[in-house]
C-alpha cells in the first residue's frame, strides 16, 4: 500500500462562542466538524461526500491550512499543517492546492490569467521571467485551454473556462496533493464531464493525489477510489469507492444512495427528507441521525457510536450497521 500523504487526526473546528460574556451569556459555539479521522495515500482519489452543511468545505479549508483547526491536527507527509501554516507556508502551498467550487469568484477580476499562473511561479517556486513564460504556455496546454487566452481577464471566460484556470492556477505550484471543493458543482452538466475527464488525466499524467468533495454520489462514484461519507461533522463510513455504492453499511449512506439516481439505481426521493439535517449549533445527544434513522433504538441517541472497522479498510459509525450486501432492503433488518 502506498504511504500517507495528508492525514486528519480528531480534527476539529468550531466557530463563536469564544466570546462569552461574563454573565454567561454569549453566542453558542457552532461546530462544524467533530473529531474527523481520515488518512489519503499517496495517488489516491479521497472523495468526501454528505449534505449541505455538514462540514465538507469546512474540513478541506483546514485539510490545505486555510483554517486553522480549534483541536486535532492535519499532517502533510508527516509535518503539522498548523505548523507549516505557520512557518513554512510557501512550502505547504508547494505541496498542498486548493481548487474552489466558485471558479470565477476565486480568480481575482482585475488580473489577467498570466498574471493569475505567473504568481506562484514567482511567489512560490521563484521561477525566472522568461521561464515563467514558457511554463504558463505549459499550463495552459495542461488544462486545454487556447494559448491567445492567456492575456484575457477572468469576466471573459466562461463557468468551465475559468474552472480550467483555477485547476491551472493550483498546477502551477507543481502540488503532489490537491483539495477539490465541489470543483464542478456550479458548473453546467455538460462542462462538467469535461472537466472530470480533465481532472482524472491529470492525475495520472502527473501522479497527484486527490481530495475530491462532492454533493453528488455521482460524480464521486466514477472518480473515486475511496469515499468518506460525512455527516452533521463527522465521519460516519470509510470505505473503498465500490464497497461503499455495493454494500454500505451505515444508514446513512444507504438512504443518501437511495435519494440520488445512479446508473443502475432507481432513485427515491423519500429516502431522505430534505431540510431535516439537525442545527450543527445543538446537535442531538448520542449518533446525530438518530432521528432520522429507520434502524435507531433507543441506545443509539446515548453515545455517539465511534467509526469501527465493519471489514478489510471499510469503517463505518454506526450501533446496528446494515448487513453486507443488504442493499435495498435495509429498512426491515
Ligand atoms: N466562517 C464560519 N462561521 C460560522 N459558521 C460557519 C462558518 N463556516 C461554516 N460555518 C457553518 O459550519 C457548518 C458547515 O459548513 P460547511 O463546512 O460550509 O459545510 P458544507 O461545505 O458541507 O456545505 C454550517 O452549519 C455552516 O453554517
Ligand atoms: S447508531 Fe443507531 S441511529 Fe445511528 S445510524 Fe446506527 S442505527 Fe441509526
Ligand atoms: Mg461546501
Not at 498542498?96 to 467550487?101: A, K, P, R, Y
Not at 511554463?135 to 496546454?141: F, K
Not at 498546477?171 to 472537466?195: C, G, H, N, R, W
Not at 453515545?303 to 448487513?323: F, K, T, V
Request: aromatic share 4%.
Amino acid at each position: 500500500m502506498n504511504e500517507i500523504v495528508l492525514e486528519a487526526a480528531s480534527l476539529e473546528k468550531s466557530f463563536g462562542g469564544r466570546g462569552l460574556l461574563p454573565w454567561g451569556k454569549g453566542k453558542r459555539s457552532l461546530q462544524a466538524v467533530r473529531g474527523v479521522d481520515l488518512q489519503v495515500r499517496k495517488g489516491e482519489t479521497l472523495g468526501i461526500v454528505g449534505e449541505s452543511g455538514c462540514g465538507k468545505s469546512t474540513l478541506a479549508r483546514m485539510l490545505v491550512g486555510l483554517s486553522e483547526p480549534t483541536g486535532g491536527r492535519v499532517a502533510l507527509s508527516g509535518r503539522d499543517v498548523a505548523e507549516m501554516r505557520r512557518n513554512a507556508r510557501s512550502e505547504l502551498r508547494r505541496k498542498v492546492q486548493f481548487v474552489f467550487q466558485d471558479p470565477l469568484s476565486s480568480l481575482n477580476p482585475r488580473k489577467t490569467v498570466r498574471q493569475i499562473l505567473e504568481a506562484p511561479l514567482d511567489n512560490l517556486l521563484r521561477m525566472p521571467r522568461d521561464r515563467r513564460r514558457e511554463r504558463v504556455a505549459e499550463l495552459m496546454q495542461l488544462v486545454n485551454l487556447r494559448p491567445e487566452f492567456v492575456d484575457r481577464h477572468p469576466h471573459e471566460f466562461s463557468g468551465g473556462q475559468s474552472q480550467r484556470i483555477g485547476i491551472a492556477r493550483a498546477l502551477a505550484a507543481e502540488p503532489k496533493v490537491m483539495v477539490l471543493d465541489e470543483p464542478v458543482s456550479a458548473l453546467d452538466v455538460s462542462v462538467q464531464a469535461q472537466i472530470l475527464n480533465l481532472l482524472g488525466d491529470l492525475k495520472q499524467r502527473l501522479g497527484l493525489t486527490y481530495v475530491f468533495i462532492s454533493h453528488d454520489l455521482a460524480v464521486v462514484e466514477h472518480l473515486c477510489d475511496t469515499v468518506a461519507v460525512m455527516y452533521l461533522g463527522n465521519v460516519v463510513e470509510h470505505a473503498p469507492a465500490e464497497e461503499i455504492f455495493r454494500s454500505p453499511r451505515h444508514p446513512y449512506t444507504h438512504a443518501l444512495l437511495q435519494s440520488v439516481p445512479t446508473l443502475g439505481r432507481r432513485s427515491d426521493p423519500d429516502a431522505l427528507s430534505e431540510g431535516e439535517l439537525p442545527n450543527p449549533a445543538a446537535p442531538p445527544p448520542g449518533c446525530a441521525f438518530a432521528p432520522r434513522c429507520p434502524r435507531a433504538r433507543d441506545d443509539c441517541r446515548q453515545a455517539r457510536p465511534p467509526l469501527e472497522r465493519m471489514a478489510d479498510g471499510h469503517l463505518a459509525a454506526c450501533y446496528y450497521p446494515l448487513a453486507r450486501e443488504a442493499g435495498k432492503d435495509a429498512s426491515q433488518a
